[in-house]
């Protein structure tokens, strides 16, 4: 597996990029159509443009959220339990950098609790805020696995992401039915073979 690249990191007097008003948003799904070799103007494209934008205000609407604080409501009352917590089958909706494709999977994501707890829910949301970016699978992995050991303290993360992506299968080698699965372990899960191996045994049935 490739190093993942480090994140841009803005020097002084360097302003972050300015997100383009709608209209330019707009016309710029405009002039892909005709470079496309079809006529933006035509009945069946004059809303494509609106459409493409409204898509992509949903697919990339994790720009917008903020994984820290879905994990800044914590419990500290655990009742004894010192075992793993494990999310299954988490839906992944994300797209490549290299492309803009879609890759589509599951994400299984497990934690050792350490003197906090968060909800369940909020796991299987950071794992969409993070998937609703521009990234690669390393990096989706990555970001999921560094949001959970800063805000919670675990005693460790284990994540596992499973996906098909288009940029393989609709075009350049046009291979279906192949699907990229990458692993991260922090903490026990990276220093107990054990406890690694039964989240991945639970995580895969």
């Known amino acids: 597996m490739s190093t993942t690249p480090a994140k841009p990191v803005l020097v002084a007097n360097e302003e972050a990029p300015q997100r383009p008003s709608r209209e330019q948003a707009l016309d710029a799904v405009r002039t892909l159509i005709a470079w496309a070799g079809d006529d933006p103007a035509r009945p069946g494209l004059i809303d ?17 959220a903020d994984a820290g604080k879905e994990l800044s409501r914590t419990f500290e009352d655990v009742t004894g339990y010192d075992d793993m917590v494990i999310l299954r089958d988490i839906e992944i909706e994300s797209h490549c950098e290299h492309h803009m494709a879609p890759f589509l999977g599951k994400a299984y994501v497990a934690y050792l609790p350490g003197e906090k707890v968060v909800g369940i829910s909020k796991l299987a949301r950071v794992v969409e805020i993070f998937a609703r970016r521009l990234q690669n699978q390393e990096t989706l992995t990555n970001d999921i696995i560094e949001a959970i050991e800063s805000h919670l303290q675990p005693r460790g993360v284990a994540v596992l992401v499973d996906a098909a992506h288009q940029c393989m299968t609709t ?15 922090t903490g026990a899960f990276k220093t107990d073979q054990a406890l690694a191996d039964r989240f991945l045994k639970l995580a895969k049935g």
């Open 48 to 64: 494509t443009p609106k459409r493409v934008v409204d898509a992509y205000s949903e697919w990339f609407d994790g720009y917008d």
């Open 171 to 185: 075009r350049g080698v046009h291979h279906r039915h192949v699907t990229t699965i990458t692993t991260r372990f």
